[in-house]
């Protein structure tokens, strides 16, 4: 009787012991069934945003990577612009050509100063600016709107206006009134370091108001929670400005000087319409040598091996931007 009910309590043991069994089992299928299902799905949608990408990146390789792939060959031969069947290769003769150009070597120095200064000179602007006009005051939406319009006339309207304002001619705006105040009229746009300081200047003044309404949005997202905690605890405004304000504020500084850099590096139209690249090549830019040494002159070769240099220093610069913001995000972060 004994061995009888030791054989049912074994039998009961090993069917119990097999149902967790099978269900482990049946979890583990299920969990495969499910896998399999969301690879296929994964799948339906990576082949569904390629279908919706395809056209787009038939243009960028249309109208980006085929003419810059054929500005390395075009850079590497003597192509006139007729008939590239009659070039013939002449290696880096082209860029050793750069280097031996001053003129192009003044457009390319002037671009980077002109990059660099209005990259610093309108974020330290904009940043307090935007601060500024985030608070409650009189008139506040006023001044919005008067900084802003600043930045909607195009850089060639402006560059044709402030030739006017300042003129190195006593007519001149500015000359004008310092004429009124006995002082004699000064060379704005005819001294190779005035006509830097004015194309500069102007640039600052056209963006700040745009950069400091990106920033203003930015700030309008900052939780005000934070601030009346900060102030509770015994902040202060400088405090605040480091400690909550600038952290939050720097996807939006990223963001800023990308744009400052980009715009920066292939500036052509302000100065063209202000100085024409004068005095002397004083204010030339990269893109003004690409324009009149590749096109105007008929040296392809030459402008095309220029191109390809600004590329690699747009590249660099602008993964060098990337790199120290993300390093300043983890810092303040």
């Excluded at 031969?77 to 192009?104: E, R």
């Amino acid at each position: 009787m004994s061995q009888a009910t030791a054989m049912i309590s074994a039998s009961a043991s090993s069917a119990a012991g097999a149902a967790p069994a099978r269900a482990i089992g049946l979890d583990r299928n299920l969990e495969a069934i499910h896998a399999k299902d969301r690879k296929r799905r994964n799948l339906v949608e990576n082949l569904t945003s390629v279908r919706f990408l395809l056209p787009l990146l038939a243009v960028y390789i249309v109208i980006v990577l085929i003419p810059f792939l054929q500005s390395i060959v075009f850079s590497l031969t003597d192509y006139d612009g007729y008939d590239f069947a009659n070039a013939k290769f002449v290696g880096i003769a082209n860029y050793q050509a750069i280097f031996q150009d001053q003129t192009l070597l003044a457009g390319l120095g002037f671009t980077l100063l002109y990059t660099i200064a209005t990259t610093v000179l309108i974020t330290a602007i904009a940043l307090p600016l935007a601060v500024t006009l985030n608070r409650k005051f009189f008139g506040r939406n006023f001044a919005r709107s008067l900084f802003f319009f600043f930045s909607v006339p195009s850089m060639a309207v402006l560059g044709l206006v402030w030739q006017y304002i300042f003129s190195p001619l006593g007519t001149g705006a500015v000359n004008t009134v310092l004429g009124k105040l006995g002082i004699s009229p000064v060379p704005w746009l005819s001294d190779p370091a005035l006509a830097k300081f004015c194309v500069i200047f102007i640039a600052v003044w056209a963006q700040v108001g745009w950069h400091a309404t990106l920033y203003l949005a930015y700030l309008q997202a900052i939780p005000a929670d934070l601030y009346e905690q900060a102030s509770v605890d015994g902040a202060t405004r400088g405090q605040q400005f480091v400690h909550i304000t600038l952290p939050q504020m720097v996807p939006a500084m990223g963001v800023s000087i990308f744009m400052l850099l980009t715009g920066g590096l292939k500036v052509y139209d302000l100065p063209f319409t202000l100085t024409t690249g004068g005095p002397g090549n004083a204010t030339y830019t990269v893109t003004q040598s690409i324009i009149v040494t590749g096109i105007g002159s008929g040296r392809y070769g030459v402008g095309s091996a220029l191109g390809v240099m600004f590329f690699l220093c747009c590249v660099i610069l602008v993964a060098l931007q990337q790199i120290v913001t993300s390093l300043i995000e983890k810092r303040l972060s």
